[in-house]
């Protein structure tokens, strides 16, 4: 199925708008550029609604109308939706089957009448298709055109070829629970995959083996058959669900087993980085040495510091200079230069009043004066020889202090060299241990960033969880085998019981075949879904991998795996360690978006299903390389039956612009008149609000489109 037009009136804001879709293999993609609130979601319905009719309508939204609010009460309101499509179907020429190209016209409308308040009352809809092919042209019968859908858009894949990009995140996450997400998942596998056909021919076929097991059990001389019969299949529900139970609890044992296997070869390649107990023991010694080192380095430097202000060391350094001049002076008193003054003994004399011989030298007295005159005299001698004298008496005293200093400097020097010595190999311990320490820290960061000790942990709970799987695996294997072997002595029962049962060779025949094909169509479908499950799985995490630009092999990504368990769940791996992460609370929202759209994606690929891929607001919440690896792996070409329609505000395009040159077979833009003034730059005109669509790229804007930040994304104006 392939879309080329769609026609939209009085649906929502959507009066009269209409839409082309590129066909062009080359070109798969068709790009409607629309800011929110401008109709990209009530398109997306109009579509759906024109398939699938209410069905194709949000649940909660069924009872709203389909008209616009605006539109007048008591007014009826003719709403249709024209979808042209191609398909290529089967047809015979001359006995030979052959491919043609079928052309199609689906209308389906509705009158509307909205009343005062909520009520909302509508006439019958009315569906119409018209078949163009080179036979000509042909309107299909009623139920002819609803068969089209459900072979071309199945009702079920509705949320699969139709997508909201907000909403799709349903299958990993959402508040409807684990298993609402593994029904939303299974479903749409089945369904996509076609194997609903099979569990309805495995169901008929059930009904019917029943139906003739039961006739049987009431024909003449059937005796405990029909005991056996219901043994039978009591026994075959409670095998079917201790193998439903095993296959589950073997999923389990298989993925705990893998995370064990990634999480010993991440501590085998974490050997290199050492024994963690050990660097932390090197750690802790390190600290408490350079501790106690640093402590001795401040004793040092005091002791030091003592030795350089001490009076010791001043006599020491001017012990020797201070011998030899008062060596000087003394050979200067020798020789009768010094003292050449007696100043300050004449002043001491007569300030105590008594001479030096006992006379008195009281105020007026004959020899004061004497004493006093020769003060006098003796003032006028050389102020050279003053200084001298004065030296020579001050440094008398310190002659014996300085011959004691001169000895002991030497002890002064070996002291400090001492100190030096003991300073300097502290210094270097701290140097070292500084060192080792720094190297401790930089292994810890290392093995902490690894996280060792959560791997440690992680492990043996894996261990401990994998035993009691194990344990559980076996106690049901020893069930099964007890089922088994019950099966198989009810059968023998059964053959027994049915050979003594007169009953016509027909009946026993249909018995026979039933019995037959059920065991054919139940391993045919556990083959296919097994088979399509794990292909399916494989796909979307390649898919996953690319847009997320996750690199499994190196540690520190984040997601090694993303699959699709046997119990129909999407699961998603975390990188290094292999732990499964909740998809509520440790993914992004960039993330869940590729996450479910890898998962569509990979069905749509693997089942082959040639279907149009709608989907509205696509790149929420992405940027970067992964906005442009999503738009690549969306848009990439994939054989003639692949479209894919992108519905894309401004700000999504942004930096996918080249992508879109080189995918995009049609670009249009959509808007919405209730944006002026405040957006939209010029008015339309009308009391109501409504939608336009006009041929603007995602380069252009014109006079219908025109925003006030168009300036912002460099659109030239198209008229």
């Known amino acids: 199925m392939k879309l080329r037009h769609l026609v939209v009136k009085n649906f929502k804001l959507l009066r009269d708008v209409s839409v082309a879709f590129s066909t062009d293999p080359k070109r798969p993609l068709t790009v409607i550029r629309a800011e929110n609130g401008s109709g990209k979601t009530s398109l997306l319905y109009a579509l759906r609604w024109g398939l699938y009719g209410s069905k194709g309508l949000p649940e909660s939204s069924r009872d709203l109308g389909l008209s616009a609010t605006y539109w007048p009460p008591d007014l009826p309101c003719d709403i249709s939706v024209r979808i042209e499509f191609e398909s290529m179907d089967f047809d015979t020429l001359a006995g030979q089957p052959r491919s043609v190209e079928t052309r199609y016209v689906l209308m389906r409308s509705v009158t509307e009448t909205r009343r005062l308040g909520r009520e909302v009352s509508r006439q019958r809809e009315d569906l119409v298709v018209h078949a163009f092919s080179d036979a000509g042209a042909e309107k299909l019968e009623d139920a002819a055109a609803r068969a089209l859908i459900r072979r071309l858009a199945p009702d079920q894949l509705k949320n699969i070829f139709f997508t909201d990009g907000d909403a799709v995140q349903r299958f990993i996450t959402g508040e409807l ?282 492990l043996a709970r894996d261990r401990k969880q994998r035993e009691a799987f194990v344990a559980d695996d076996r106690e049901l294997r020893l069930q099964l085998d007890s089922v088994l072997k019950r099966l198989a002595d009810l059968e023998e029962r059964y053959k027994l019981a049915k050979s003594q049962v007169q009953v016509s060779t027909e009946l026993q025949d249909k018995v026979d075949v039933t019995e037959d094909l059920v065991r054919l169509v139940q391993q045919t479908l556990e083959t296919l879904e097994g088979d399509y499950l794990r292909r399916a799985s494989e796909h979307m995490n390649k898919l996953f991998m690319e847009i997320a630009g996750s690199t499994p092999e190196v540690a520190r990504s984040v997601f090694s795996e993303v699959r699709i368990t046997p119990a129909y769940e999407i699961e998603v791996l975390s990188g290094g360690h292999g732990r499964t992460l909740d998809p509520d609370f440790e993914i992004n929202g960039a993330s869940k978006r590729a996450l479910t759209l890898s998962f569509i994606w990979a069905l749509m690929e693997v089942a082959e299903v040639p279907a149009p891929r709608i989907i509205d607001t696509p790149l929420g919440m992405t940027s970067g390389g992964v906005k442009i690896r999503f738009v690549d792996l969306l848009t990439r070409p994939g054989g003639s039956e692949l479209q894919v329609v992108l519905l894309m505000t401004r700000s999504e395009i942004t930096h996918v612009e080249g992508l879109l040159d080189e995918r995009a077979g049609v670009v249009q833009t959509m808007s919405c008149s209730k944006d002026y003034p405040v957006d939209l730059l010029n008015d339309w005109g009308g009391d109501a609000p409504l939608v336009a669509v006009c041929e603007c790229s995602h380069h252009q804007a014109c006079d219908i489109c025109a925003r006030r930040d168009d300036a912002a994304h460099q659109l030239a104006h198209r008229s």
């Open 177 to 458: 629970g684990p298993r609402a997400r593994q029904s939303a998942v299974h479903e749409a596998i089945r369904a996509l995959l076609g194997l609903d056909s099979f569990h309805t021919a495995s169901s008929d076929l059930i009904k019917a083996q029943k139906t003739f097991k039961r006739r049987l059990a009431e024909a003449p001389g059937a005796g405990g058959l029909k005991l056996v019969i219901d043994d039978i299949e009591r026994a075959t529900e409670e095998h079917q669900i201790l193998r439903q139970k095993a296959a589950i609890l073997q999923e389990r044992i298989n993925n705990i087993t893998e995370a064990i296997e990634r999480r010993d070869a991440r501590l085998y390649e974490l050997k290199g980085l050492g024994d963690i107990d050990r660097i932390r023991k090197q750690r802790e010694t390190a600290k408490a040495t350079l501790e106690i080192a640093l402590g001795q380095l401040e004793v040092h430097k005091r002791a030091q510091r003592e030795l350089l202000k001490s009076e010791k060391l001043s006599w020491a350094l001017m012990g020797e200079p201070l011998s030899k001049g008062l060596a000087a002076l003394e050979t200067l008193a020798d020789q009768g230069v010094i003292p050449g003054t007696s100043l300050e003994v004449l002043r001491d004399r007569l300030l105590l009043e008594c001479c030096i011989c006992g006379e008195s030298l009281a105020p007026g007295s004959e020899h004061r004066q004497a004493v006093e005159k020769l003060l006098s005299e003796q003032s006028e001698v050389a102020p050279e020889k003053q200084r001298l004298t004065a030296l020579l008496h001050q440094a008398r005293p310190l002659g014996a202090v300085a011959t004691q200093a001169a000895a002991d400097h030497e002890t002064w020097l070996d002291d400090l060299a001492a100190v030096e010595t003991d300073r300097a190999a502290v210094e270097k311990q701290i140097r070292d241990q500084a060192e080792a320490l720094k190297e401790c820290e930089e292994a810890m960061r290392r093995l902490e960033d690894a996280d060792i000790d959560r791997i440690l942990d992680e």
